[in-house]
Nanobody, 127 residues
């Protein structure tokens, strides 16, 4: 089991930037691909981005491509750099770890593909 703790959410003006962090812990947490999802009020949870266990492969949903960037470092922290934020980006953002070790990013698009979740962090984009 991988334990995940998100941080970095908050209130930001349209056009602004914010970076979310997700600290992963657990004996083999470094072997898991990771992802970010978001859920706005009244909407289903939406896939945002994923990064491979080694950090070399990433995938971003079309709605955030070119504005958001997922990455991970050697300390097993996953980041979501969010630029040019829009009010439509307002949501609770969740970090997640894949169900199995060494899964390919290409196989990670749905909530069911992930087995461990953080508690979520609120991002509000408003003037």
């Amino acid at each position: 089991q991988v334990q995940l703790v998100e941080s970095g959410g908050g209130l930001v003006q349209p056009g602004g930037s914010l970076t979310l962090s997700c600290a992963a812990s657990g004996r083999t947490s470094a072997n898991y691909a990771m992802g970010w999802f978001r859920q706005a009020p009244g909407k289903e949870r939406e896939f945002v981005a994923a990064v491979s266990w080694a950090g070399g492969t990433t995938y971003h949903a079309g709605s955030v491509k070119g504005r958001f960037t997922i990455s991970r470092d050697n300390s097993n922290t996953v980041y979501l750099q969010m630029n040019s934020l829009e009010p439509e980006d307002t949501a609770v953002y969740y970090c997640a770890a894949a169900r199995s070790r060494f899964q390919r990013v290409a196989d990670l698009r749905e909530s069911a593909d992930f087995g461990s979740w953080g508690q979520g962090t609120q991002v509000t984009v408003s003037s």
